[in-house]
């Protein structure tokens, strides 16, 4: 059965600085891979996926993730967060059917000014 | 493209209450997904229709829960009757193919 996990329930980071929201995840084969943010009260927005190729992918908003399969890892990285990133983050694992994915609990992001 | 469309966005209703939460999906998607969300579960897969039809409806919780997709372009999920623990914040998501999920605003909907 596939599992996503994000050891971080809240992450507080001072605007300007870098950010690393981490993901594992547990799968038999080769996951599609998928962060989504969601703003309050707002559904979830796709922020970057990953399905082969390069492992190194970048998205909107200036995020970018790596796709370490040793570590079975794919961790959401920001060089400089801004205030209106704050929001919940998750990182999700599926199948070719991105529907069927499963979601993280995800990840709480609090910017300071 | 106006997104995928809930409503209501708040529902309020009394236990033993019919609720019915709808959704209009972005034309042209093939997929269709209703998620629940709750603090204590996080996001769940609750039933998914691909081309109209439903294709895995084992995240139902019971069978006081049922949804429908009459067409491409609109989906219904119905609770009947509702529960305190119904309370939660429901999503409707669509897709085409492998593209990932374009999900709606949600209904906030509080079972009392």
């Known amino acids: 059965a596939q599992s996503v996990t994000q050891p971080d329930i809240h992450i507080t980071v001072s605007e300007g600085a870098s950010l690393e929201l981490r993901c594992n995840y547990s799968y038999g084969a080769t996951p599609y891979l998928f962060w989504y943010v969601q703003s309050p009260g707002q559904g979830l927005q796709l922020l970057l996926k990953?399905?082969?190729?390069?492992?190194l992918v970048q998205g909107i908003k200036g995020f970018e993730a790596e796709f370490k399969r040793s570590q079975s890892s794919f961790n959401l990285r920001k060089p400089s967060v801004h205030w209106s990133d704050a929001a919940e983050y998750f990182c999700?694992?599926?199948?070719?059917?991105?529907?069927?994915?499963?979601f993280g609990d995800g990840t709480t992001l609090t910017v300071k000014p | 493209d106006a997104g995928v469309i809930q409503s209501p966005r708040h529902e309020v209703t009394e236990m033993g209450q019919e609720v019915t939460l709808r959704c209009k999906p972005i034309?042209?998607?093939?997929?269709l997904f209703w998620y629940r969300q709750t603090m204590m579960r996080g996001l769940e897969l609750l039933i998914y229709?691909?081309?109209?039809?439903?294709?895995?409806d084992s995240g139902m919780p019971e069978d006081r829960f049922s949804a429908k997709m009459p067409n491409a372009s609109f989906s219904t999920l119905k609770i009947q009757p509702s529960e305190p623990r119904d309370s939660a914040v429901y999503f409707c998501?669509?897709?085409?193919?492998?593209?990932?999920?374009?999900f709606g605003n949600g209904t906030r909907l509080t079972v009392t």
């Open positions: 034309s042209g998607h093939d997929y």
């Open positions: 999700a694992v599926g199948a070719t059917n991105a529907g069927k994915s499963t």
């Open positions: 229709f691909n081309n109209n039809v439903p294709i895995d």
């Open positions: 990953y399905f082969s190729g390069d492992t």
């Open positions: 998501a669509s897709s085409f193919r492998n593209s990932p999920l374009h």
